[in-house]
Nanobody, 119 residues
Framework: QVQLVESGGGLVQAGGSLRLSCAASGRTFGIDAMGWFRQAPGKGRGLVAS????????YYADSVKGRFTISRDNAKSTVSLQMNSLKPEDTATYYC????????????WGQGTQVTVSA
């Protein structure tokens, strides 16, 4: 069992920046990749960015390429998402996830952290 705890959400104006962090604990040796998903009200949950635990390979959704950067700290078992040039359409609940491979499957989830971008 892997436990994930997110932090760093909040309210920011359009064009601003936020940094999300996720700390993993428990059976972290089984993690091959970690990712950030987001879900806006009335919409499905979608993968925003992911990173492999060993090689640092990354994936980004087209909507965030060039604005968001995912990184990991293996020693601390943390993954972060630096979000720059935020837009109102980035408003959502962001979830940290752990699993196998850049595109999943992801089988461990955090509780979510709210990001709100005002126009």
């Amino acid at each position: 069992q892997v436990q994930l705890v997110e932090s760093g959400g909040g309210l920011v104006q359009a064009g601003g920046s936020l940094r999300l962090s996720c700390a993993a604990s428990g059976r972290t040796f089984g993690i091959d990749a970690m990712g950030w998903f987001r879900q806006a009200p009335g919409k499905g949950r979608g993968l925003v960015a992911s990173i492999t635990w060993s090689g640092g390979l990354t994936y980004y959704a087209d909507s965030v390429k060039g604005r968001f950067t995912i990184s990991r700290d293996n020693a601390k078992s943390t993954v972060s998402l630096q979000m720059n040039s935020l837009k109102p359409e980035d408003t959502a609940t962001y979830y940290c996830a752990a699993g196998k491979g850049l595109l999943g499957p992801f089988n461990s989830w955090g509780q979510g952290t709210q990001v709100t971008v005002s126009a």
